[in-house]
Structures are given as structure tokens and as C-alpha cells.
């Protein structure tokens, strides 16, 4: 745990020597720490090291290890894959963004839930951009009509959009779908009304890639922490 404050340091020199090269720089990038999986006590220690923003997948995983984060912190994300039935669980955690809203009919769920109690949430629209099955998502060709639905919702403030790139040992397999996305994004946000800024879209493999193609929010996780322990106690 002693290498996640260098880690950090590491990874934000990084952004910045790719934000010069691509003509960005000074440009705000949102940096997400992934903490699935890692215990409290690394969130903390990214927490004090300059992190700000951190993500879980999990709303169960999130619930257990958020009252104990001892340190402050200016986002909460979730940025996994939200099932209908842990909306509300979700909800309570008071999440900064949710990443991964990709159907209409969870976005009506999120919704209906949100009206209860008179609250609105700001989230991203998940794009399945590579048309995979094992990804959630909407499908990239569906991908405008369904922004503009899921925008209809009055509870719902959608801030951007958010993909996961292709699992490939190679990053570069992911360009052209981050090219793609960030196509559709400023198309989006050519019509949309201001508040439509945030291009989640870059994990630990393959951020160089997706910074290079645009994204200004990376959710990182390994490059910080390490490998994950998925037998650990979260």
C-alpha cells in the first residue's frame, strides 16, 4: 500500500506530458480511483494522496465500506453495472454521477425512484460502443435516440457519456471506438443545453488511448492499487 501515493503522482505526471502532447494542456481531467475490491484503508491512503474522486462497482461493496472512509473526498461515482433492485441502496450513498445508466427502462426506474423523494441525480449514458454481449449498455446505433429519452426524465441530469473499451492486451484495438464515441459525444453536445462535459471513457490498460482520443474523465483502478484481490474482505 505504501506504492499508491507514487502510483498517483505517476499516473497524474502521465496525463500531463499526454495532455501536452495532444495540444490539451491545462485541461481539468476528472481522474476516478476504482476501488473495487481494495480495502477501506488504500481509499483512505488515496484519499490523502491527492485522489478526489473514487468509484465502486458494487452497491453492496460501496454500502460497507463507505461509512468507514475516514478521509474527504469530492465525488463518490458508481460506475458499475446498477440493478433495479439496489437503486435505492444506491441512492442513499448520494452518489456524485452514476456512470453506467444504459437502458431506458432502468433509467425509469432511476426515475420513479428519484420522485419519491424529490431528489434528481446527475448521471452518464453507458454506450456499449463495441457491440459487445457482455457488456451492458445501449448500442451505439441506438445510442442518440436513447440520450434524448433518458434526457426527458426530470430527475435524471445527464452530464455525458461513458464506454468501456475492448478487454485486449493490445490498447490500440480500443482506438476506434473511443474515436467513435467521442464523435457521438461532441454531436451531443453541440445540441445540448451546457452541462453536457463529461467523456468517462479509459481504464488502467488503456487510458493513454482514451485521453489521446478525448475522454476527460479516466476511471483507474490497478495502476493505483495494485492487482485486485477478489478474495479479500472488502
Known amino acids: 500500500m505504501q506504492d499508491i501515493k507514487k502510483n498517483i503522482q505517476k499516473i497524474r505526471a502521465e496525463i500531463a506530458a499526454?495532455?501536452?502532447?495532444?495540444?490539451?494542456?491545462?485541461?481539468?481531467?476528472?481522474?476516478?480511483?476504482?476501488?473495487?475490491?481494495?480495502?477501506?484503508?488504500a481509499i483512505d491512503i488515496a484519499l490523502s494522496g491527492g485522489i478526489s474522486h473514487f468509484g465502486e462497482n458494487k452497491v453492496q461493496e460501496a454500502v460497507r465500506k463507505m461509512p468507514m472512509i475516514s478521509q474527504p473526498y469530492d465525488g463518490f461515482h458508481f460506475i458499475g453495472h446498477l440493478q433495479s433492485n439496489k437503486i435505492n441502496q444506491l441512492l442513499a450513498l448520494k452518489p456524485l454521477l452514476i456512470h453506467s445508466i444504459g437502458s431506458l427502462h432502468l433509467a425509469n426506474k432511476l426515475h420513479r425512484a428519484l420522485g419519491r423523494t424529490n431528489r434528481?441525480?446527475?448521471?452518464?449514458?453507458?454506450?456499449?460502443?463495441?457491440?459487445e454481449e457482455s457488456k451492458s449498455g445501449v448500442s451505439f446505433a441506438n445510442a442518440r435516440e436513447m440520450i434524448y429519452k433518458i434526457a426527458g426524465f426530470s430527475t435524471l441530469y445527464v452530464r455525458g457519456l461513458m464506454t468501456i473499451g475492448k478487454l485486449d492486451p493490445d490498447p490500440e484495438v480500443s482506438r476506434p471506438y473511443f474515436k467513435q464515441l467521442k464523435a457521438l459525444f461532441d454531436e451531443i453536445r453541440q445540441n445540448s443545453p451546457e452541462g453536457f462535459d463529461y467523456l468517462s471513457m479509459g481504464m488502467s490498460h488503456d487510458w493513454q488511448i482514451a485521453l489521446q482520443e478525448g475522454s476527460n474523465m479516466l476511471r483507474i483502478g490497478s495502476a493505483i492499487f495494485g492487482k485486485r484481490d477478489y478474495g479479500a474482505k472488502q
Open 18 to 41: 499526454e495532455l501536452k502532447k495532444s495540444g490539451r494542456e491545462g485541461e481539468d481531467i476528472t481522474l476516478v480511483a476504482v476501488t473495487k475490491t481494495h480495502p477501506v484503508e
Open 120 to 131: 434528481s441525480q446527475e448521471i452518464l449514458i453507458q454506450v456499449n460502443v463495441t457491440a
